[in-house]
DNA sequence: TACGGATGTGTGAACGTGCACACAGTAGGA
DNA sequence: TCCTACTGTGTGCACGTTCACACATCCGTA
């Protein structure tokens, strides 16, 4: 008695006895089947009478499908505050999954307690798959998935430990040259570059972009290293880097973010941009059209991310295996007035 | 065979064969009874052999409890935009529940498609609560809540339909009159407002607020309503009172996205911040300490908020009823440069 | 000796579904 | 006339779990 039941609530006998049918008529009328125009009539009216819902434990029991897929946030403090885009990438995933009368549930993992519980959560029959963003390779969630086979889809990054789980992201390396190269066909010459969370490969990447594109006329000490994708870091890092070299005439920043932060530590030493020095983001994410001036940046098509690794899911739930080599969305340059 | 079976995994049943035991001894291994130490041992041995996970879904179904949460956002694209608090309620949300070993699950209504499965959803016996953010009145959703009678809580604004169900939010009236009254009091005298989202109460509670502060120094003409609560609306709505009171200089925005967009205005104009204008924000999101000067602003306790509803639903579930009024938490003022 | 309590274990039923199967009636073709 | 096909309905079982109950053993005490 300590713990109150919840309401009981209506079943498929229930109207069953109330339309004077059996239950196997009742489960026809809502999973398809023969059924007489009057039976579905009497079912129906039972149904609407009673208020009858059908209970999704007892089906996913049954059918050992719970048409729910997990998208899994990992360390999502750091990323609501970093990433813009995780947003975006979510209701991307879940439009693809709601088109396929999915329902996505997203776990926020902070804590070791968060895992555990999360791990036994994907186990536990309640969903189908899990889209699992910003994974790093040593995650706990990682192993579980694996062992359990469970239908997933990795965003961001490879998930090194088991390599026939596919994943989405974008060609950090890639785009980060070519933004880079941006800078070197309009004419800069002294270009450093603002790098952050070169834990992660998305940090590694766009470093190694950013090197490849400059190639002699790199210079190690042009490159300012910061923590995070944020704003503060953007300020930290560009005052860093103006001390370093005050020749600089372009800068490539990690992300948006840390972009807007350059400008604002541009503009407290009195350099104009893009007169003085020109400046190039990442992300195209909100920050881009809010600075003065607004950012030359590279596009995250976050949306389709999103939808792209639900897509990954949906199709191992019907049975196909993607190829596990990943796929990368293409980034095009968006070029604004800060380069 | 169109749809492949997941992979058959152990059951209790399984373990319990291989431990040379009983289902019962298994169950009592895992929910606490009466073991002796070698059954125990036998068990834990095969349970790790077999990679045993006990089935969630099969759980909720015999004990009527599925220890998820949901955690509801209605227009979430919006909410993204606008609000940089969400984030921080859900996280707030998701310690609470964490604590008490409960699954937070979040679902996003973005179309009458997803409203309708994510009621399904609701009601299927997935989760034994919901925590809804920012529904309005006539939104589908409370129907199905307050129908099911599924123990839930609002963030943000009452549910006018149900008053059975509490919610949790702030003071908009309170906390607007107070940072307005900071202006008055720091000695601005041409006060006006940039009003946002006129048709949620929020909106509407901030105006009333301001229009309450200034008494009879309130002019009909110094408000300026803009649709949404983000950057380009501040800009648009700081012009727009400048073309109509060039001798303005006091500014309520109704968030601080709105403040840094109508600072931005301000500069534009050639005005200084704070010595021409006085500009106060609502918040205290990443925006206020972010903008040049930082803003004065009113501190929005949204980790609280999410932890505080949370609370309500598992008051709920224990079996307490919460006095339905409502819980308001403190908003402190903010004092930092720009204001 | 007999009894009550504590400890340990096994068994059957139930949670609410969906599906395979069985059955009944009707119609059409060989 | 019989066999088959199609439509419509009812019944039993299984999904994996927990819980109530029955049973079994051991101990201390009346």
Redesign the interface.
């Known amino acids: 008695m300590?713990?109150?039941?919840?309401?009981k609530?209506a079943t498929v006998h229930d109207i069953a006895a109330a339309a004077g049918m059996s239950r196997g008529t009742v489960s026809r009328v809502l999973n398809g089947g023969y059924v007489s125009a009057e039976a579905r009539a009497a079912i129906e009216a039972a149904m609407s009478d009673l208020?009858y819902?059908?209970?999704?434990?007892?089906?996913?029991?049954k059918m050992?499908?719970?048409q729910?897929v997990a998208f899994v946030a990992l360390e999502?403090?750091s990323l609501?505050?970093d990433d813009p885009n995780i947003?975006?990438i979510?209701?991307g995933a879940?439009?693809a999954l709601?088109l396929a009368?999915h329902?996505?549930?997203?776990?926020?993992v902070?804590?070791a307690?968060?895992t555990e519980?999360?791990a036994?959560?994907l186990?536990?029959?309640?969903v189908?798959g899990a889209i699992v963003v910003s994974a790093r390779t040593k995650d706990p969630i990682i192993r579980v998935i694996s062992?359990?086979?469970l239908p997933a889809a990795f965003v961001g990054h490879p998930p090194d430990l088991d390599q026939t789980i596919p994943f989405v992201g974008i060609d950090n390396v890639g785009s980060a040259r070519a933004i880079t190269e941006h800078l070197v066909t309009t004419g800069r010459r002294r270009i450093g570059m603002i790098a952050a969370a070169l834990d992660r490969d998305s940090g590694i990447d766009r470093l190694a972009g950013f090197r490849d594109a400059l190639g002699p006329l790199f210079d190690d000490e042009l490159v300012s290293d910061v923590p995070h994708y944020d704003?503060g870091s953007g300020v930290k890092g560009m005052r860093d880097l103006l001390e370093r070299e005050p020749a600089i005439d372009g800068v490539f920043a990690a992300s948006d973010a840390i972009a807007?932060g350059a400008l604002?530590a541009l503009r407290e030493a009195g350099r104009s941009v893009p007169g003085d020095v020109g400046v190039v983001g990442f992300d195209d994410s909100?920050w881009a059209v809010?600075c003065?001036p607004q950012l030359t940046t590279v596009h995250q098509p976050a949306k389709e991310i999103g939808s792209c690794a639900a897509q990954l899911i949906l199709r191992q739930l019907?049975?196909e295996h993607p190829d596990p080599g990943g796929q990368l969305l293409p980034t095009p340059l968006v070029l604004r007035d800060s380069a």
């Open positions: 300590s713990r109150p039941q919840p309401q609530r208020g819902v059908p209970n999704n434990a007892a089906r996913a029991l050992r499908r719970s729910a999502p403090h609501f505050l947003g975006s979510m209701l879940n439009a709601s009368d329902q996505m549930v997203s776990l926020v902070e804590s307690r968060d519980r999360v036994r959560y186990s536990g029959g309640f189908d062992d359990l086979s704003y807007a604002e909100t809010r003065q019907r049975g």
